[in-house]
């Protein structure tokens, strides 16, 4: 069930934004200047002493008076060109070696860059980035943990999910400590149980990971957004790891690492990294803003990602179902009488040639429609009179019922094939993305979900390249309609309903209401849809 929520986008927030390495040094003088004071008529040898005391000040105190987000790579570990991570989309532009970079201007998420000597700690939720050097005996008073000659240069803390604005969700998803931490030479307490070459991904599969919509919508999706550009080479660290996910989606994740996904809870290990972004990326509802991305990756080329992912598992169906079909051809041809007079030497061969021109038979298709069938809230009580009716107008009728448990490649394959999907609002229509660009998706919208509809699926569907066709229920299509007075407000007024809050639009829009549509306003939809597939094949054909 997909929640819903409106909002607008807020102002951005009012956290510290990262200066230049060279604003910053020039802050740090006027901080350290105030502390002494020499004219210029002063012998040079006491100008050199200045020198050498402003430097060490510098060194010491800035942890003191810089903010939290200040990059220290000039101070401690000077970047080259290629030392920076670079990222797109974020004020976190580029993240110089030993640093942590925190985005929080987003309204949807928070994500944190970190380059260096990158450590795990699951049994303290937390990501150590080590600096190695010599702490004097003064600035291991500041920040040091006791006994343990290390600095604390910076302490980010996040909860890497993608709906940061939905606090009751978030409250959920464990929270880590990113700790930048200066340590002395030698300092050997820090060891590495794994080590990687290549950079991390940290982000949680819980809130309401489970639902079709969520689980792309807040989590394949912006996986893919964050981590395509590293092109395999990139290991997933996942919080809240549930192997079922990892089985279902594991095609997809095959095409965004070369690596097994790490269960940061349930592996206690030390896996060190030279890179890690922490927390995901998410641009919108059900899709890839192409203005973010590096190559202005898009949507679309995240459905193609899909194709390559389910593209074996259905090539291994297809020879499943073929052999399949070759045998029941083998035993019919084998069993008829015309069999028994054909001489041996020929009767093998002749029968293979029968059994493969049958089998690859391919006549000339009518345009698929299939329909995403509901059982419980929010089904089309007439179903089958809407299946026949689709025959007559002239369409090959597949009806589906996904389910949780339902393999992805087998819905993948029919929606992949087919020329226009029917269903009414609700998770499953995320499965609009299986369809190809240029298919219609006619979305069956039940009173009090217009918002949702448009804005989930209407808008998203768009994007990618459908033709969307929203059908808004009257009021005598809804089964509301005999529930309440016909004056009431759920009928005649549902968003009125909806903005009390989402307990009563779940009560009573999405689980207490089926449809049963009018067939001749319906079949003016349906018609549409039959010519505009038609008409795009006949195009194509000329």
Same mark, same amino acid.
């Given at each position: 069930?997909?929640?819903?929520?409106?909002?607008?986008?807020?102002?951005?927030?009012?956290?510290?934004?990262?200066?230049?390495?060279?604003?910053?040094?020039?802050?740090?003088?006027?901080?350290?200047?105030?502390?002494? !004071? &020499?004219?210029?008529?002063?012998?040079?040898?006491?100008?050199?002493?200045?020198?050498?005391?402003?430097?060490?000040?510098?060194?010491?105190?800035?942890?003191?008076?810089?903010?939290?987000?200040?990059?220290?790579?000039?101070? !401690?570990?000077?970047?080259?060109?290629?030392?920076?991570?670079?990222?797109? /989309?974020?004020?976190?532009?580029?993240?110089?070696?030993?640093?942590?970079?925190?985005?929080?201007?987003?309204?949807?998420?928070?994500?944190?860059?970190?380059?260096?000597?990158?450590?795990?700690?699951?049994?303290?939720?937390?990501?150590?980035? &080590?600096? #190695?050097?010599?702490?004097?005996?003064?600035?291991?008073?500041?920040?040091?943990?006791?006994?343990?000659?290390?600095? %604390?240069?910076?302490?980010?803390?996040?909860?890497?999910?993608?709906?940061?604005?939905?606090?009751?969700?978030?409250?959920? %998803?464990?929270?880590?400590?990113?700790?930048?931490?200066?340590?002395?030479?030698?300092? #050997?307490?820090?060891?590495?149980?794994?080590?990687? /070459?290549?950079?991390?991904?940290?982000?949680?599969?819980?809130?309401?990971?489970?639902? *079709?919509?969520?689980?792309?919508?807040?989590?394949?999706?912006?996986?893919?957004?964050?981590?395509?550009?590293?092109?395999?080479? *990139? *290991?997933?660290?996942?919080?809240? !790891?549930?192997?079922?996910?990892?089985?279902?989606?594991?095609?997809?994740?095959?095409?965004?690492?070369?690596?097994?996904?790490?269960? @940061?809870?349930?592996?206690?290990?030390?896996?060190?990294?030279?890179?890690?972004?922490?927390?995901?990326? %998410?641009?919108?509802?059900?899709?890839?803003?192409?203005?973010?991305?590096?190559?202005?990756?898009?949507?679309?080329? @995240?459905?193609?990602?899909?194709?390559?992912?389910?593209?074996?598992?259905?090539?291994?169906?297809?020879?499943?179902?073929?052999?399949?079909?070759?045998?029941?051809? +083998?035993?019919?041809?084998?069993?008829?009488?015309?069999?028994?007079?054909?001489?041996?030497?020929?009767?093998?061969?002749?029968?293979?040639?029968?059994?493969?021109?049958?089998?690859?038979?391919?006549?000339?298709?009518?345009?698929?429609?299939? $329909?995403?069938?509901?059982?419980?809230?929010?089904?089309?009580?007439?179903?089958?009179?809407? *299946?026949?009716?689709?025959?007559?107008?002239?369409?090959?009728?597949?009806?589906?019922?996904?389910? +949780?448990?339902?393999?992805?490649?087998?819905?993948?394959?029919?929606?992949?094939?087919?020329?226009?999907? %029917?269903?009414?609002?609700?998770?499953?229509?995320?499965?609009?993305?299986?369809?190809?660009?240029?298919?219609?998706?006619?979305?069956?919208?039940?009173?009090?979900?217009?918002?949702?509809?448009?804005?989930?699926?209407?808008?998203?569907?768009?994007?990618?390249?459908?033709?969307? $066709?929203?059908?808004?229920?009257?009021?005598?299509?809804?089964?509301?309609?005999?529930?309440?007075?016909?004056?009431?407000?759920?009928?005649?007024?549902?968003?009125?309903?909806?903005?009390?809050?989402?307990?009563?639009?779940?009560?009573?829009?999405?689980?207490?209401?089926?449809?049963?549509?009018?067939?001749?306003?319906?079949?003016?939809?349906?018609?549409?849809? &039959?010519?505009?597939?038609?008409?795009?094949?006949?195009?194509?054909?000329?």
């Amino acid at each position: 069930m997909v929640h819903y929520h409106r909002y607008h986008q807020p102002r951005k927030a009012s956290d510290p934004i990262i200066t230049k390495d060279e604003e910053s040094q020039q802050n740090l003088v006027m901080d350290c200047s105030t502390s002494s !004071y &020499y004219k210029r008529t002063r012998p040079k040898l006491l100008s050199f002493l200045f020198l050498i005391t402003f430097l060490s000040c510098c060194y010491v105190l800035a942890p003191l008076f810089l903010p939290p987000s200040f990059t220290f790579s000039l101070l !401690y570990s000077p970047a080259t060109e290629n030392d920076a991570l670079v990222v797109n /989309d974020s004020m976190c532009s580029s993240v110089s070696s030993g640093t942590i970079c925190c985005d929080r201007t987003g309204y949807r998420s928070d994500i944190c860059l970190m380059k260096g000597d990158i450590r795990t700690h699951s049994p303290s939720s937390s990501i150590f980035l &080590y600096n #190695s050097g010599i702490i004097n005996n003064v600035s291991r008073n500041v920040g040091a943990e006791k006994g343990k000659g290390d600095q %604390i240069l910076q302490h980010e803390r996040i909860r890497p999910y993608t709906r940061k604005w939905e606090k009751s969700v978030m409250e959920t %998803i464990d929270e880590l400590s990113l700790i930048s931490k200066r340590v002395n030479f030698g300092n #050997s307490g820090h060891g590495c149980d794994v080590k990687h /070459d290549v950079p991390a991904v940290f982000f949680s599969n819980g809130g309401y990971t489970g639902n *079709v919509y969520h689980e792309f919508n807040d989590g394949i999706i912006p996986l893919y957004i964050t981590s395509q550009h590293f092109n395999k080479k *990139v *290991v997933f660290v996942i919080l809240e !790891y549930h192997n079922w996910w990892i089985t279902k989606y594991g095609d997809i994740l095959s095409h965004l690492s070369d690596y097994p996904a790490i269960d @940061f809870r349930g592996d206690n290990r030390t896996h060190c990294f030279p890179e890690a972004i922490v927390g995901l990326r %998410i641009h919108d509802e059900l899709t890839v803003d192409s203005a973010l991305m590096q190559r202005n990756k898009s949507i679309v080329d @995240f459905r193609n990602l899909l194709d390559k992912a389910y593209w074996p598992r259905i090539h291994g169906l297809i020879q499943d179902e073929e052999r399949e079909a070759q045998e029941k051809l +083998r035993k019919q041809l084998s069993s008829s009488p015309s069999s028994e007079s054909e001489p041996e030497s020929e009767s093998p061969k002749k029968q293979e040639y029968i059994i493969k021109q049958k089998v690859q038979e391919n006549p000339l298709k009518k345009p698929k429609l299939i $329909i995403l069938s509901r059982d419980k809230s929010r089904a089309i009580t007439n179903e089958n009179s809407m *299946v026949k009716m689709a025959e007559e107008i002239g369409f090959e009728v597949e009806v589906l019922k996904p389910d +949780r448990t339902t393999e992805l490649a087998k819905i993948y394959r029919s929606l992949n094939a087919s020329d226009v999907m %029917i269903g009414v609002h609700g998770a499953a229509m995320t499965h609009f993305l299986f369809l190809r660009p240029g298919s219609v998706f006619i979305q069956v919208v039940p009173l009090g979900t217009t918002w949702a509809a448009e804005t989930y699926y209407g808008e998203p569907a768009r994007k990618l390249g459908l033709k969307y $066709i929203g059908y808004e229920i009257q009021i005598r299509e809804s089964s509301l309609y005999e529930k309440y007075d016909k004056n009431d407000p759920v009928l005649r007024d549902p968003e009125s309903i909806t903005k009390k809050g989402w307990e009563f639009t779940k009560k009573i829009y999405l689980d207490s209401q089926n449809v049963v549509l009018d067939l001749r306003r319906f079949r003016k939809r349906l018609q549409h849809a &039959y010519e505009y597939i038609v008409s795009k094949s006949n195009h194509r054909t000329e």
